[in-house]
């Protein structure tokens, strides 16, 4: 059986562009894992990207290509209208983003996890309710 595992942009984005962690990242492309993501993740990943150009860090056809790479990668895409009831109730319950929470919900929704390089996200849900769902990037390895 094929383990669904959700990624938000700050892990798509390291297999694309080297950074701390990215190994790591990379290394959930590598399993048997069904990487799933809410359609969210290319609007914040092309955020990113404009935000690092606009930083000097990445030429503008490096952004280009690697919008285009990410498009390419398998993911299971849910649509994040069929996740915003559950989201929001995340984001009230939790005091976090939307945003954020859309991930959350996806993996609540598949009973998996999501793995993420946001520290903040995991630290606000690391105690409650939600820990079993959320991971982070840099031990993600060690609890499987």
Same mark, same amino acid.
């Given at each position: 059986?094929?383990?669904?595992?959700?990624?938000?942009?700050?892990?798509?984005?390291?297999?694309?562009?080297? *950074?701390? /962690?990215? $190994? @790591?990242?990379?290394? &959930? /492309? #590598? +399993?048997?894992?069904?990487?799933?993501?809410? #359609? &969210?993740?290319?609007?914040?990943?092309?955020?990113?990207?404009?935000?690092?150009? +606009?930083? +000097? !860090?990445?030429?503008? !056809? !490096?952004? @280009? $290509?690697? %919008?285009?790479?990410?498009?390419?990668?398998?993911?299971?895409?849910?649509?994040?209208?069929?996740?915003?009831?559950?989201?929001? *109730?995340?984001?009230?319950?939790? $005091?976090?983003?939307?945003?954020? =929470?859309?991930?959350?919900?996806?993996?609540?929704?598949? #009973?998996?996890? %999501?793995?993420?390089?946001?520290? @903040?996200?995991?630290?606000? %849900? =690391?105690? +409650?309710?939600? =820990?079993?769902?959320? @991971?982070?990037?840099?031990?993600?390895?060690?609890?499987?």
């Amino acid at each position: 059986m094929t383990t669904v595992v959700v990624v938000d942009s700050s892990v798509a984005l390291k297999w694309f562009v080297p *950074e701390a /962690l990215s $190994d @790591r990242a990379a290394s &959930l /492309l #590598d +399993g048997d894992l069904q990487l799933a993501a809410p #359609d &969210l993740l290319y609007t914040e990943a092309a955020n990113v990207l404009w935000k690092k150009v +606009g930083r +000097g !860090e990445l030429q503008k !056809e !490096e952004a @280009r $290509d690697v %919008l285009s790479a990410l498009a390419r990668t398998p993911l299971a895409i849910t649509a994040s209208h069929a996740l915003l009831e559950a989201a929001l *109730e995340i984001a009230l319950a939790h $005091d976090r983003t939307v945003y954020d =929470s859309l991930y959350v919900a996806l993996a609540v929704a598949h #009973d998996s996890v %999501l793995v993420t390089a946001d520290a @903040r996200l995991v630290n606000a %849900l =690391s105690k +409650g309710p939600l =820990s079993a769902h959320v @991971r982070a990037l840099s031990t993600y390895g060690a609890a499987y």
